[in-house]
T-cell receptor, first 110, second 114 residues
Framework: DVKVTQSSRYLVKRTGEKVFLECVQD?????MFWYRQDPGLGLRLIYF???????EKGDIPEGYSVSREKKERFSLILESASTNQTSMYLC?????????FGQGTRLTVV | QQQVKQSPQSLIVQKGGISIINCAYE??????FPWYQQFPGKGPALLIA?????SEKKEGRFTISFNKSAKQFSLHIMDSQPGDSATYFC?????????????FGTGTRLQVTL
């Protein structure tokens, strides 16, 4: 079974804080993705990575950055958290034909 | 810019009924169309998928219908059950190219009542 592990299920942070969301995979897969999920907006791609140290912007990269120093770990960074970044964040790995998702991190910025 | 449009946003169906969710896409380069199912507290998981060279694919009670000329595809859940209550996302992708990625619709929350 594919395992995609997100470090936190729930997180509460203050406005202006730097926030790190961690995602770890056990499949040695090249492609990893970060999505955010909001009611009525579906899943929107923030960033993706197709190899170590390689990254590309998705549809909504503003206010976010990513880091992939090792193949198994893909981190999403909120440089200065804002209330409009309150959301469910989903990490995934896979290809164009199938994505395997983690359970998500519900982030609340107060 | 919503490349994959999904409707309805929510749907209530009685047990035993047929649930129908519709999606439309704009990018003719898309060549793979999966549906994902998400239960509360879980990440989405692949349910069923279709390639544009076929008009229909059936797996158990789940069927995808695909209309290439209209750029539309739909999910039909026959004999809907309370256990089917979940959020459903359609998606589209280009299978080739570096880091091919999925573009998702906005989701449909399905509730199947007794």
């Amino acid at each position: 079974d594919v395992k995609v592990t997100q470090s936190s299920r729930y997180l509460v942070k203050r406005t202006g804080e730097k926030v790190f969301l961690e995602c770890v995979q056990d499949m040695d897969h090249e492609n990893m993705f970060w999505y955010r999920q909001d009611p009525g907006l579906g899943l929107r791609l923030i960033y993706f990575s197709y190899d170590v140290k390689m990254k590309e912007k998705g549809d909504i990269p503003e206010g976010y950055s990513v880091s992939r120093e090792k193949k198994e770990r893909f981190s999403l960074i909120l440089e200065s958290a804002s209330t409009n970044q309150t959301s469910m964040y989903l990490c995934a790995l896979g290809s164009a034909t199938e994505a395997f998702f983690g359970q998500g991190t519900r982030l609340t910025v107060v | 810019q919503q490349q994959v449009k999904q409707s309805p946003q929510s749907l209530i169906v009685q047990k035993g009924g047929i649930s129908i969710i519709n999606c439309a896409y704009e990018n003719t380069a898309f060549d793979y169309f999966p549906w994902y199912q998400q239960f509360p507290g879980k990440g989405p998981a692949l349910l069923i998928a279709i390639r544009p060279d076929v008009s229909e694919k059936k797996e158990g009670r789940f069927t995808i219908s695909f209309n290439k000329s209209a750029k539309q595809f739909s999910l039909h859940i026959m004999d809907s059950q309370p256990g089917d209550s979940a959020t459903y996302f359609c998606a589209a992708s280009k299978r080739t190219g570096t880091a091919s990625k999925l573009t998702f619709g906005t989701g449909t929350r399905l509730q199947v009542t007794l």
